[in-house]
């Protein structure tokens, strides 16, 4: 079975510092793979995803995430941090009976002035 | 376009009591999905509809019941709300049920119960 686990359930960053966010997968067969992030009191919205080809994934707001297949890693980076990059990020993998999405369990970015 | 919208999006309810979320998108997907987010534990598929007039079990389907009225509407019911069912409670939609389609959330109904 599928899952995802995104190492640290919190990040602390300085504005305009990088931003790395850990997420790890496992999957018997090719995965697609996601970035979601959730705004404070609102719904999610995709990132960026992977599916199929270059493994260099950007996104928007100036994200990025490079599918690693030998490490099973989609760690997601940002060159420079913004006060409005304060959000909680998902990884998710996508299993292949039917479109189901599994989450992992989150990490909260905090930007500090 | 609204997108996906859910009502309400907040409610209290007591043990025992029944309530049913509403899910409407604009979008003309064709799939609509339910999931429920507690703290730690990311976003959890309750129940999926791939297409109109099907509907199928996610990994926490226990206490709930879905509705797929048309296909704009996805309908959530609490039979008899339970408090281990307070949550956030997210319905999403995606064009089609393909593995790599890109899934569109709703801004979430808040639910505790007493």
């Known amino acids: 079975a599928q899952s995802v686990t995104q190492l640290g359930s919190h990040v602390s960053v300085s504005e305009g510092a990088l931003v790395l966010l850990r997420c790890n997968y496992s999957?018997?067969?090719?995965?697609?793979l996601f970035w979601y992030v959730q705004y404070p009191n609102q719904g999610l919205q995709l990132l960026l995803k992977y599916t199929t080809g270059a493994t260099l994934v950007k996104g928007i707001n100036g994200f990025e995430a490079e599918f690693k297949k030998s490490e099973t890693s989609f760690h997601l980076t940002k060159p420079s941090a913004h006060m409005s990059d304060a959000a909680e990020y998902f990884c998710?993998?996508?299993?292949?009976?039917?479109?189901?999405?599994?989450f992992g369990a989150g990490t909260i970015l905090r930007v500090k002035s | 376009n609204a997108g996906v919208t859910q009502t309400p999006k907040f409610q209290v309810l007591k043990t025992g009591q029944s309530m049913t979320l509403q899910c409407a998108q604009d979008?003309?997907?064709?799939?609509m999905y339910w999931y429920r987010q507690d703290p730690g534990m990311g976003l959890r598929l309750i129940y999926y509809?791939?297409?109109?007039?099907?509907?199928d079990k996610g990994e926490v389907p226990n206490g709930y019941n879905v509705s797929r009225l048309n296909k704009r509407e996805f309908s959530l019911r609490l039979e008899s709300a339970a408090p281990s069912q307070t949550s956030v409670y997210f319905c999403?939609?995606?064009?089609?049920?393909?593995?790599?389609?890109?899934?569109?959330f709703g801004p979430g109904t808040r639910l505790l119960v007493l």
């Open positions: 999403a939609s995606s064009p089609g049920p393909s593995i790599w389609e890109t899934q569109y």
């Open positions: 998710a993998v996508s299993v292949t009976n039917g479109n189901k999405l599994v």
């Open positions: 509809s791939a297409s109109e007039g099907t509907t």
């Open positions: 999957s018997s067969v090719p995965p697609y």
């Open positions: 979008m003309n997907h064709n799939s």
